[in-house]
């Protein structure tokens, strides 16, 4: 929000044909991304593809940090109300944008991460990327069902994905326990405690 306001407010012109490109007219601009992503996208095929992933919540993040920006300059330039009550009034949308925020910073880290990762880490670290991208995916599923970028087919398909890529943690379950350092305290559940199978 800080940008916007700074983008705008040196020289209202130009910065708002800044903006304008940007969002709306450039190459990369979300406002183009519906279109582009339509043509190409193949649900079992595209979910694999880190690159879906990234675009696929950049996109949802600068569409909430739009939206959210036209909400607060309505509120306030159009029906005069104070700018706390405004904010007050828009906390869903805000909470959305920050949770968006985040994930989408995870995401990235994540992949430089997988990137930089030694070749014997790299199968292991990539199934939880995978995870954790598909699952954040499907948590939205309806917003971007609602922007139609998702058809019911393509939630089934991330709903499969999910269930395979779990089968996949299900199986290097201890080693991802030993690597992540979990105490045995918190390793003691009832159900591993009579079972010798566990």
């Known amino acids: 929000l800080t940008q916007y306001q700074e983008g705008l407010a040196a020289n209202k012109f130009s910065g708002v044909l800044t903006y304008l490109n940007q969002y709306f007219l450039g190459k990369n601009s979300w406002f183009s991304f519906p279109f582009q992503f339509a043509g190409t996208f193949r649900p079992r095929r595209s979910f694999t593809d880190p ?78 990327y995978r995870l954790y991208a598909l699952d954040r995916l499907y948590q939205q599923r309806a917003w971007y069902l609602e922007h139609k970028l998702f058809s019911r087919d393509a939630g089934v398909a991330l709903q499969r994905l999910i269930a395979s890529t779990c089968l996949q943690v299900k199986e290097r379950a201890l080693a991802y326990v030993d690597a992540f350092g979990v105490p045995e305290s918190c390793l003691g559940a009832l159900l591993a405690q009579h079972n010798a199978k566990y």
């Open 51 to 128: 690159k879906v992933h990234l675009d696929l919540m950049r996109y949802r993040q600068a569409r909430l940090l739009h939206t959210l920006a036209l909400r607060l300059v309505y509120k306030i330039k159009i029906q005069r109300k104070d700018a706390f009550l405004a904010w007050n009034e828009c906390l869903d949308h805000i909470g959305a944008v920050s949770t968006g925020h985040i994930e989408t910073i995870v995401l990235e880290r994540f992949q430089d991460a997988l990137q930089n990762a030694p070749p014997s880490l790299k199968p292991a670290l990539s199934i939880l």
